[in-house]
């Protein structure tokens, strides 16, 4: 430890020798060097940086009643997208006119070099929290000149250019939203009616095929069977009608007033089968009103049918009395022949009625088995068109639920546009207006001149070092015992005379005092850089 401490004091000793030898190789690059610095500080001119911050606001109305169509819309992207637009060529060359920018250097710059040069002097910073994933929340704008009011009017118009941007893009997007939903719901509208005339001609097509319909065309066919039913039976009484009538129209013809059987004679008398006929007709309209009203169809042709018996009856009985009463008379009289003949024809023309009725209750039925045929048939096409129709349908209801998504889509897209166009979405506030700069950004004076201090201090050590390795001159006993193995046998001090040292007095005044002006030249002109700065 003794041993380093005394080199280090031999070292720390020869270099202030030697700091103090050459001193002047180092107070004059320092100084001149500094005073460059400090007098090119001075001759640059001043920038002056204005600044404002615009916060990225929400939207106001709340999402969960209108979802903004640039609900995905990255904020970063949206701001690099705005920057493009924004710091255009166009636009820029604008605001270069607009506040006749760059005056001395617009004569012999291209309009590309001057855009680029409003480039350079324009600085966009994103205002995040975290890692690059954050949410942007806020931005700042500034702007640089020479002029702090130009450079606070500048920064304003460009704030208010990324605010319009950020309105117009948005509401751009918004509406080219609604327009392309808006298009592809026409073509859903044209392809639902398309699919629904594909749907209406098919059920006009086959209809009563349909499967809505089968319950209603089993109701129909089963009223037709028991239709069916019915007019079998009213053909098979209208059948035994004839019959009864046929053969009462034959006792007629047959019927004289000598024929007329003898009491106990086995053989039917007309007037008892009208008798008969009459009584079966009224047991049968007993039953039937047993079952339904006296206005049911079959009550009333019954009834019809029992005036008609009754009146036959009447005449019948009428020609019996009048054959057993005039026996002795003549064969037959002109009013008993009358009555007879008037019996016969009606009875004929209940026949003929029976036969219009037979006719029509076969029609009937035939009329009827066709439509159960057509009916069944239907029924039995109805799991065909069932699964026909299900492929129409299909494809129906995917083109209605795509139309009815686009519906509501498109009213949604409407909505949001209606938001942005009345600023209710996301937008840039301005949260801290374009600042009036007091004091310039740049250059930073201070820092020039320390540095051209401190330059010059290095190139005032660098010239020392290089003097003294050039210097092999000899000065005391030590450097003389490191180049001779000898020892030193004489020393002669250096004799001076009163001159010379009076001369030499007077030399070290003076550069004491050149020194020391030149420090305090320097500090001078450092502080008074500071000052400005």
């Known amino acids: 430890m003794p041993e380093q401490d005394e080199h280090f004091d031999v070292t720390l000793d020869r270099v202030l020798r030697v700091a103090i030898r050459r001193r002047w190789w180092l107070l004059v690059p320092a100084f001149v060097v500094a005073m460059g610095a400090c007098v090119t500080a001075m001759l640059l001119p001043n920038r002056y940086q204005s600044e404002a911050t615009i916060f990225v606001e929400h939207q106001r109305v709340p999402e969960r009643y209108v979802t903004p169509n640039t609900s995905t819309f990255d904020v970063r992207e949206a701001l690099l997208l705005m920057t493009e637009a924004v710091l255009?060529?166009?636009?820029?060359?604008?605001?270069?006119?607009?506040?006749?920018?760059?005056?001395?250097?617009?004569?012999?710059?291209?309009?590309?070099?001057?855009?680029?040069?409003?480039?350079?002097?324009?600085?966009?910073?994103?205002?995040?929290?975290?890692?690059?994933n954050t949410t942007l929340n806020a931005f700042k704008i500034s702007f640089t000149s020479a002029d702090p009011h130009l450079a606070q009017a500048v920064t304003s118009r460009l704030t208010t250019l990324f605010i319009e941007e950020n309105l117009r893009s948005r509401e751009e997007l918004s509406t080219g939203t609604t327009n392309f939903l808006g298009d592809q719901l026409e073509g859903a509208a044209a392809d639902l009616k398309r699919q629904g005339s594909r749907v209406r001609d098919f059920k006009m097509r086959y209809l009563g095929e349909l499967p809505e319909q089968q319950q209603g065309n089993l109701e129909i066919l089963t009223g037709l069977h028991m239709q069916l039913q019915n007019t079998m039976t009213a053909l098979g009484r209208a059948r035994e009608q004839q019959v009864y009538l046929e053969s009462l129209l034959s006792q007629y013809q047959d019927l004289t007033p000598t024929a007329a059987p003898a009491p106990g004679t086995a053989g039917a008398s007309p007037?008892?089968?009208?008798?008969?006929?009459?009584?079966?007709?009224?047991?049968?309209?007993?039953?039937?009103?047993?079952?339904?009203?006296?206005?049911?169809?079959?009550?009333?042709?019954?009834?019809?049918?029992?005036?008609?018996?009754?009146?036959?009856?009447?005449?019948?009985?009428?020609?019996?009395?009048?054959?057993?009463?005039?026996?002795?008379?003549?064969?037959?009289?002109?009013?008993?022949?009358?009555?007879?003949?008037?019996?016969?024809?009606?009875?004929?023309?209940?026949?003929?009625?029976?036969?219009?009725?037979?006719?029509?209750?076969?029609a009937d039925?035939?009329?009827?088995?066709?439509?159960?045929?057509?009916?069944?048939?239907?029924?039995?096409?109805?799991?065909?068109?069932?699964?026909?129709?299900?492929?129409?349908?299909?494809?129906?209801?995917?083109?209605?639920?795509?139309?009815?998504?686009?519906?509501?889509?498109?009213?949604?897209?409407?909505?949001?546009?209606?938001?942005?166009?009345?600023?209710?979405?996301?937008?840039?506030?301005?949260?801290?207006?374009?600042?009036?700069?007091?004091?310039?950004?740049?250059?930073?004076?201070?820092?020039?001149?320390?540095?051209?201090?401190?330059?010059?201090?290095?190139?005032?050590?660098?010239?020392?070092?290089?003097?003294?390795?050039?210097?092999?001159?000899?000065?005391?006993?030590?450097?003389?015992?490191?180049?001779?193995?000898?020892?030193?046998?004489?020393?002669?001090?250096?004799?001076?005379?009163?001159?010379?040292?009076?001369?030499?007095?007077?030399?070290?005044?003076?550069?004491?005092?050149?020194?020391?002006?030149?420090?305090?030249?320097?500090?001078?002109?450092?502080?008074?850089?500071?000052?400005?700065?």
């Not at 270069?96 to 855009?115: G, H, N, Q, S, Y």
């Not at 339904?292 to 019954?302: C, F, G, H, I, S």
């Not at 016969?344 to 209940?350: M, P």
Request: glycine share 4%.
């Open 88 to 132: 255009s060529r166009t636009r820029l060359l604008q605001i270069i006119d607009e506040f006749d920018l760059f005056p001395k250097v617009r004569k012999r710059l291209a309009p590309e070099e001057l855009v680029e040069l409003m480039r350079r002097n324009i600085a966009i910073a994103p205002i995040g929290k975290g890692s690059e």
């Open 271 to 362: 007037t008892e089968t009208i008798r008969a006929e009459l009584t079966r007709l009224k047991d049968q309209r007993a039953d039937l009103l047993a079952r339904y009203t006296d206005r049911y169809p079959d009550v009333v042709k019954l009834d019809e049918q029992i005036k008609q018996s009754e009146v036959l009856l009447a005449a019948a009985t009428k020609a019996a009395d009048g054959a057993n009463g005039e026996a002795v008379k003549k064969k037959s009289s002109s009013p008993e022949s009358t009555a007879r003949d008037a019996t016969i024809a009606q009875v004929k023309s209940q026949l003929e009625a029976n036969r219009l009725e037979i006719q029509n209750a076969m």
């Open 365 to 533: 039925q035939r009329q009827t088995e066709s439509q159960i045929a057509d009916y069944q048939r239907r029924l039995n096409m109805t799991p065909v068109r069932e699964q026909e129709l299900a492929e129409i349908l299909r494809g129906y209801n995917l083109s209605k639920q795509n139309y009815d998504d686009l519906l509501s889509k498109k009213t949604q897209s409407e909505l949001a546009t209606s938001l942005e166009r009345h600023q209710q979405g996301q937008q840039f506030r301005i949260i801290d207006p374009p600042s009036l700069p007091m004091k310039p950004s740049n250059p930073d004076h201070v820092q020039i001149s320390l540095s051209g201090l401190v330059a010059g201090i290095a190139v005032g050590v660098a010239l020392v070092f290089l003097t003294e390795v050039r210097d092999h001159s000899l000065r005391d006993e030590k450097e003389l015992s490191r180049f001779f193995a000898f020892p030193l046998m004489v020393g002669l001090p250096m004799l001076l005379s009163k001159i010379e040292e009076r001369r030499r007095s007077r030399a070290g005044v003076v550069e004491w005092f050149v020194g020391v002006t030149l420090c305090l030249l320097v500090c001078a002109t450092e502080f008074y850089v500071y000052r400005r700065g």
